[in-house]
């Protein structure tokens, strides 16, 4: 019976490590992004679930494709038949992660509530984040 009592520690102190990793719903944890299929062929890099991480973040894929390209400063192009996005540049799937964190921060989450319930208008030359959950509206940096 030992053995289970033991189990039954350690099952807990796995719960407690889950929770402790586990972001607030409403604070400025990670977003969960589906992990970037990266494929390197030659000086390029294809993103291969590009389209499925637009759709977590709820944006427009040739949005996110622009912000990429624009931080990375290289070209690229997107191909909503596939869904892949092809960088003319080399980069790993850790930095891709950083600028899509980034993204979230600058482009998804309501920096009033931390919400992640937004929407991205654009007024003429003025781009703004629109919270659906308080309200509350902040202008971004052009995309
Ligand atoms: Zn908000």
Redesign the pocket.
Known sequence: MEGVREKLLDYEYLLSRLYERVPPASGSGEFQLPDPQVLRIGNQTVIRNFREIAERLNRDPQLVARYLQRELATGGSYDPGSGQLVLNIKVSRRVLRQFLQLFVKTYVR??????T??RLERRGRTWVLV??????EQPVPPL
């Open positions: 309501c920096p009033t509530c931390g919400s319930h937004t919270c659906l959950a308080c309200g509350a």
